[in-house]
Nanobody, 115 residues
Framework: QVQLVESGGGLVQPGGSLRLSCVAS????????MGWYRQAPGKEREFVAR???????NYADSVKGRFTISRDNAKNTVYLQMNSLRPEDTAVYYC?????????WGQGTPVTVSS
């Protein structure tokens, strides 16, 4: 069973940056999808960014131009670089891995954007 561990969340001022990391317990197989979702207080979980099964990247409109997803296959790690953070980016950020019928979520890392 794949396990995902996120880290890198915290408190940051508006306009600041954070980099989230998600380490998978196994290598990320070809054909898998891996990415980031977030859930703000009182709201549903929403898509943020991901690698598709073909290796391309997708972003939510709300984060395009500010967030960048990247990965290091040798370290089984996916990153989310978040720049120009806004108060509305405040949420718990979750890593997600999908391969065929298998879907795995991490425990989440909280991000708070506040002055």
């Amino acid at each position: 069973q794949v396990q995902l561990v996120e880290s890198g969340g915290g408190l940051v001022q508006p306009g600041g940056s954070l980099r989230l990391s998600c380490v998978a317990s196994t290598r990320m197989f070809g054909g898998s999808r891996m990415g980031w979702y977030r859930q703000a207080p009182g709201k549903e979980r929403e898509f943020v960014a991901r690698y598709t099964s073909g290796g391309s990247t997708n972003y939510a409109d709300s984060v395009k131009g500010r967030f960048t997803i990247s990965r290091d296959n040798a370290k089984n790690t996916v990153y989310l670089q978040m720049n120009s953070l806004r108060p509305e980016d405040t949420a718990v950020y979750y890593c997600n891995y999908v391969l065929g019928g298998l879907e795995v979520w991490g425990q989440g890392t909280p991000v708070t954007v506040s002055s």
